[in-house]
């Protein structure tokens, strides 16, 4: 007999913690609702829907109206939700799109066009949505669940090529349509106008959280068929801002929608954003009050400068980063085959320096998790800095006078100058490397590319979530599936038995089982030494001390800067 499909609420299985939820046969027990777990060892949690008027981003009178101007040094490429993807464009689309679900002040799956949390059956290959009534297009036009389903297959159709096609091919038949043997997709099923079901192949419990991602932004057919590959220019979604001009090469704006469904919000009227600004100038326009926020990192310099100035209290918000920045060795070039000659070159490097280097922004990472992902080892204490015993696992390697090597860096500081510092620390061992810096795209493609360079630095490239699970630093960085020509699992490493615990955990519903599966995985991946995690990134934006907003609006884990919520005094 099948596993029972009755339907429970999506909170119901990424809250269990205190009792597993055990796939039934046909006519088993009822699903039941659990209590809350602890959020730093357990998924991302479902909260309700933050009322309107007056969300907790702000308390007290906050302020209405007036335009926010940021600045970045480079053009956005695209708004188009299906293929813009990274941090430049994603807060951005979200000035113009919704999804079915979103996050909280953290980490928490809320309803966002969905009027509730789906229902999940019980062994989490059935998730079924229910809109929100009378939401509607800037168009005018209401959603339904077409736009939904139009809006997946949209990612999925690789004329589109998304970048994030690969988060939904686990949806029943998306592998067909891929591949040209199906006009649709078998999985997504429109149910009356208001109420869409996705079938999955096999157990996933992140599905929510690929939902809450930009790819699955909610877009109306009638406006992307209209504008063809103009809709990412001239963006229509249902957004908190309508999207109102872009002039390439200098700025973006967008207007408040006067229409947004969660009512109160935003409180801005206008957005702003400049682009072809470097950062040394951003600042600069900063201090004159000629812009209010700075859109890309503090210079390390200038940080340093400013970071203890009493000028700038209250508009440095500085906040931890889900991610690892990271060394890859080529497991399959010589003599990184040897896992002995890995496991001395994380021996070897001083991360404390790195971290002295950053001026202070970030911390020491010991393990591939960032410490806010679930799943993050309390316990696991990595490896120590140890240059002579780093050498002696060299000789033991039969490398006693050590080799020579190349590295791999993006030419944008301060990553020349870490690599730098890395290329001192490995020559103490014996390690003599040669630095090769070059454009981000260039390294991107080397490491994509089986057998082409032997060690990366990923700094300006390192792996910052996607969502909040687990899942998100194996599958697509570390899995076989990603140890493909233009992959980014760079050390090219397979591990079989690996991916099939990766593929028990993705569709085991006991949060505690499922944390333990993943400790597992990445302890084997630490104890093979495919990376040198070297440390945990951190957030640190400028702005003017006339933004209202909390810290997560300024540097919100998922979505960086959430431009609805913040407000700006006279």
């Known amino acids: 007999m099948h596993p029972s499909r009755r339907p429970v ?42 009322p309107g008027g007056n969300p907790p981003s702000a308390g007290g009178d906050i302020p209405r109206g007036g ?57 989490a290959t059935v998730y079924t949505f229910r809109l929100r009534q009378g939401v509607t297009f800037h168009n005018g036009r209401e959603v339904t669940a077409d736009d939904v389903a139009y809006s997946i297959t949209r990612v999925l159709d690789p004329q589109t090529k998304s970048p994030g096609s690969g988060f939904y091919t686990g949806i029943a038949g998306a592998q067909d349509f891929i591949d040209g043997k199906a006009d649709s997709v078998s999985g997504i099923r429109v149910v009356d106008p208001r109420t869409i079901e996705f079938t999955l192949e096999s157990p996933d419990v992140t599905f929510g959280n690929k939902m809450a991602l930009n790819f699955a ?10 504008l063809g590959e103009n809709f990412g220019h001239n963006p229509v979604g249902t957004g908190p801002f309508l999207f109102r001009e872009w002039i390439a090469g200098r700025q973006l704006t967008f207007e408040r929608n006067p229409n947004y469904f969660f009512e109160g919000l935003p409180y801005l009227d206008q957005v702003v954003i400049q682009v072809g600004v470097e950062p040394e100038v951003a600042l600069l326009r900063l201090e004159r009050g000629e812009i209010d926020s700075m859109g890309d990192p503090i210079p390390a310099a200038e940080f340093a400068r400013i970071k203890d100035d009493d000028a700038w209290q209250g508009r440095l918000t500085s906040a931890p980063q889900v991610s690892t920045i990271y060394i890859t060795m080529n497991t399959q070039m010589k003599p990184f085959d040897n896992v002995q000659v890995r496991r001395a070159m994380n021996m070897a490097i001083d991360k404390e320096r790195i971290i002295r280097l950053l001026g202070g922004r970030g911390t020491v990472a010991n393990q591939i998790l960032p410490p806010l992902m679930p799943g993050y080892d309390q316990d696991y204490q990595g490896y120590e800095y140890n240059p002579d015993q780093a050498r002696q696992l060299l000789a033991d390697a039969g490398y006693p006078n050590g080799f020579s090597t190349t590295m791999e860096c993006i030419a944008v500081e ?33 490491g994509g590319t089986e057998g082409k360079v032997p060690l990366v630095w990923s700094g300006g490239l390192g792996w910052i979530q996607d969502y909040p699970d687990p899942d998100d630093f194996y599958t697509p960085i570390l899995s076989c599936v990603a140890a493909v020509p233009g992959g ?40 093979e030494a495919v990376w040198i995690p070297v440390y945990n990134g951190q957030y640190d934006i400028a702005h003017s001390d006339k933004l209202v907003g909390k810290e997560t609006d300024f540097a919100h884990p998922e979505h960086t800067i959430r431009y609805e919520r913040l407000a700006k005094q006279p």
């Open 67 to 123: 335009t926010l101007t940021i600045a970045y040094k480079d053009d956005l490429a695209t708004l188009d939700p299906a293929v813009g993807y990274d941090w430049t464009n994603w807060p951005a689309e979200k000035m113009v799109f919704d999804g079915l679900l979103d996050y909280d002040d953290t980490t928490n799956l809320q309803p966002r066009l969905a009027e509730s949390m789906p229902e999940v059956s019980l062994d």
């Open 217 to 226: 932004f909610i877009v109306p057919k009638e406006e992307v068929e209209r």
């Open 9 to 50: 609420t999506l909170r119901a299985i990424v809250l269990s913690i205190l009792v597993s939820v055990v796939l039934a046969a046909c006519g088993g027990g009822g699903a039941s609702e659990l209590g809350p777990a602890d959020q730093g060892t357990s998924p991302p949690q479902a909260t309700q829907p933050e």
């Open 414 to 446: 301060p990553q020349p100058k870490l690599c730098e510092s890395f290329q001192q620390d490995l020559s103490k061992i014996g390690v003599q490397v040669q630095v090769q810096t070059l454009a981000a795209s260039t390294v991107i493609a080397d």
């Open 488 to 527: 980014w699992n760079w050390p090219w490493y397979c591990n079989q038995d690996l991916e099939q615990k990766a593929q028990q955990a993705i569709g085991t519903t006991d949060t505690e089982q499922r944390l333990g599966l993943y400790r597992e995985i990445y302890r084997t991946l630490m104890d």
